[in-house]
């Protein structure tokens, strides 16, 4: 006799993750009825096929692992929610002394305070003013740790005030809540309730009944470190949202990337903590400017958490990972949107709407030249992916974007690393692509991360009724040729300034629903896909014919040692 065959029932037992559940399935004709048991997997929720070695692949997936971190983490918010169901009453004119210490989070956050929180009523014993929810905060000093429950016991600390004698000299009123050197083993994170009018708020440092005023959308950046100083300027401006959290362990980069006023309302979380601003129910976007690497699993995580997502650089160096979070986005139903942010300058965006009036007759060639100034860093470099994947990138998109071809029949690429550190990176630091599209027109990119003085960005499309082109913009609007000195250093950031406005107003139509993403899910994919090409043909010295050649469909990064 044969062994005998395993049933659905068998693999539940074998492995915990999995269930069976039934399905009445009513048939079309007739109107009958048949139950259906199907294999599912409890964390991801997806019916699983009845194969042990399919079932093993899945439960080491990076998918699995992440959905069970997510599960495991809200039956923790679940259970922290039970205990806050029966609060005790609340004195709040006599402090916080009230509550119960247990359940205040071990995290380690900082708040600026540059001047006294306003208050709503001088006479109402100091209540903070619910114009601003983030102005006023309630700062706690470690006394001990419950070693069994892992959870900080606190007390109020009362030389860390609202007043100017209370506040740090650091950051002009940098203050830190919480503990510092964490006794909890690493990975493991608080998870903090949703947001409402108990204990809960004033645990997070919130004030009673505070809300953001209408129609102000909040946001929380993660790694404000860097240097996009375009980006973070646009936040400051946009009067339609306010800046609620940044999470950053490097706080020392702060002061450089936000104004003092901005730091004052903002509150700055460890990155280990970074589950107390996914549980804001005030905290509608999040702006995600960390490397391709790293932005992946907060992106997904930020979705799952009912945020809608910025992501500035790309998502991941991977098509299956990138894939991942738009098909995560589409369940979740929140925006994902990009920062291919060339495409938002209000000049290409002119020089778009002309080319699709058909103001240049049929399209020839498009030339590009971009050259950073200042260079990137060699940390940032590393962490991007290099050239191809943080400057080639954005100009092969906006060349596609301004064709409406997604991806050319030729690529061919030419490169050189005149810097010794980029050469031992097996990076290049001067790039020429060369594409041919099916419609017949040529595209000619030039990047590099040398330039003298002031950045160099123009662009030029050449059709058979004439020519359009975007010469370098300064603020002074002068040009020079051969003078020692630059009149005006233009910094890359400052040049595309305008584009980040456009693309940060773009991400908060999208949270409000009034628009789409801009950049979809395929678009991205193809840029990705081409950049992968240019690369690869730099790397061969050969032309890749992406009509006959097919590109590795899982990695889209070329491997660097």
């Known amino acids: 006799m044969g062994r005998k065959k395993k049933s659905l029932h068998d693999y539940a037992a074998e492995f915990c993750d999995l269930s069976v559940k039934r399905h009445i399935v009513e048939q079309k004709e007739g109107g009958e009825r048949d139950?259906?048991?199907?294999?599912?997997?409890?964390?991801?929720?997806?019916p699983m096929s009845a194969r042990r070695d399919r079932i093993l692949e899945?439960?080491?997936?990076?998918?699995?692992?992440?959905?069970?971190?997510?599960?495991?983490?809200?039956?923790?918010?679940?259970?922290?929610?039970?205990?806050?169901?029966?609060?005790?009453?609340?004195?709040?004119?006599?402090?916080?002394?009230?509550?119960?210490?247990?359940?205040?989070?071990?995290?380690?956050?900082?708040?600026?305070?540059?001047?006294?929180?306003?208050?709503?009523?001088?006479?109402?014993?100091?209540?903070p003013s619910a114009l601003n929810h983030h102005r006023s905060m309630v700062s706690f000093r470690p006394s001990g740790v419950n070693s069994s429950t892992n959870t900080v016991t606190v007390r109020h600390d009362p030389t860390t005030s609202n007043s100017p004698s209370g506040s740090s000299p650091l950051f002009n009123g940098l203050q830190v809540l919480g503990h510092s050197n964490s006794t909890r083993p690493s990975g493991q994170r608080h998870i903090i309730p949703e947001l409402s009018n108990n204990v809960s708020n004033a645990v997070v440092g919130r004030c009673a009944n505070s809300s953001l005023p209408r129609g102000v959308i909040g946001l929380a950046v993660f790694r404000a470190n860097t240097d996009n100083r375009a980006l973070f300027k646009s936040i400051e401006e946009e009067s339609g949202c306010q800046l609620l959290y940044i999470i950053e362990d490097c706080v020392q980069d702060l002061e450089r990337a936000f104004s003092a006023d901005v730091l004052a309302n903002t509150r700055v979380v460890r990155g280990q903590d970074t589950d107390i601003v996914l549980n804001d129910q005030w905290v509608s976007g999040i702006i995600i400017c960390c490397p391709p690497e790293e932005s992946s699993e907060l992106v997904l995580d930020a979705l799952r958490a009912g945020k809608g997502v910025f992501c500035e650089k790309?998502?991941?160096?991977?098509?299956?990972?990138?894939?991942?979070?738009?098909?995560?986005?589409?369940?979740?139903?929140?925006?994902?949107?990009?920062?291919?942010?060339?495409?938002?300058?209000?000049?290409?965006?002119?020089?778009?709407?002309?080319?699709?009036?058909?103001a240049l007759g049929r399209i020839h060639r498009i030339a590009t030249v971009s050259r950073s100034y200042p260079p990137p860093s060699l940390s940032f470099i590393k962490k991007t992916g290099g050239i191809f994947y943080d400057g080639v990138i954005h100009d092969l998109d906006t060349a596609c974007w301004l064709l409406g071809e997604n991806t050319p029949d030729t690529i061919f690429s030419l490169g050189h690393a005149f810097c010794q550190e980029i050469a031992a990176l097996k990076d290049a630091d001067t790039i020429t692509v060369s594409m041919k599209f099916a419609s017949g027109a040529i595209v000619t990119l030039d990047v590099s991360q040398h330039c003298t003085r002031s950045c160099d960005q123009r662009l030029e499309v050449h059709g058979s009724e004439g020519t359009l082109k975007i010469d370098n913009q300064n603020v002074l609007g002068i040009s020079e040729q051969g003078t020692s000195r630059a009149l005006c250093s233009h910094l890359h950031y400052d040049r595309y300034t305008?584009?980040?406005?456009?693309?940060?107003?773009?991400?908060?139509?999208?949270?409000?629903?009034?628009?789409?993403?801009?950049?979809?899910?395929?678009?991205?994919?193809?840029?990705?896909?081409?950049?992968?090409?240019?690369?690869?043909?730099?790397?061969?010295?050969?032309?890749?014919?992406?009509?006959?050649?097919?590109?590795?469909?899982?990695?889209?990064?070329?491997?660097?040692?």
């Open 35 to 46: 139950l259906v048991e199907i294999l599912y997997c409890k964390s991801c929720e997806i």
């Open 58 to 127: 899945h439960l080491a997936s990076a998918r699995h692992y992440r959905n069970k971190r997510l599960e495991k983490h809200t039956s923790a918010r679940l259970h922290a929610t039970s205990l806050l169901m029966s609060p005790p009453p609340v004195d709040f004119s006599s402090g916080i002394s009230g509550l119960d210490p247990s359940v205040l989070p071990q995290s380690s956050s900082f708040i600026f305070q540059s001047s006294p929180c306003p208050t709503s009523n001088s006479g109402s014993n100091n209540i």
């Open 314 to 358: 790309l998502l991941s160096l991977d098509k299956q990972i990138a894939e991942s979070c738009f098909d995560e986005a589409t369940r979740c139903g929140k925006p994902l949107v990009c920062g291919l942010y060339k495409r938002f300058d209000p000049a290409v965006q002119f020089l778009y709407k002309k080319l699709r009036g058909k």
């Open 498 to 561: 305008d584009a980040y406005r456009e693309l940060l107003r773009h991400f908060l139509k999208t949270l409000k629903g009034k628009e789409h993403p801009f950049i979809t899910k395929e678009s991205f994919l193809w840029t990705i896909q081409v950049a992968a090409a240019a690369e690869q043909s730099w790397r061969n010295g050969s032309a890749v014919d992406l009509r006959n050649e097919a590109l590795d469909g899982m990695v889209i990064k070329t491997e660097v040692p």
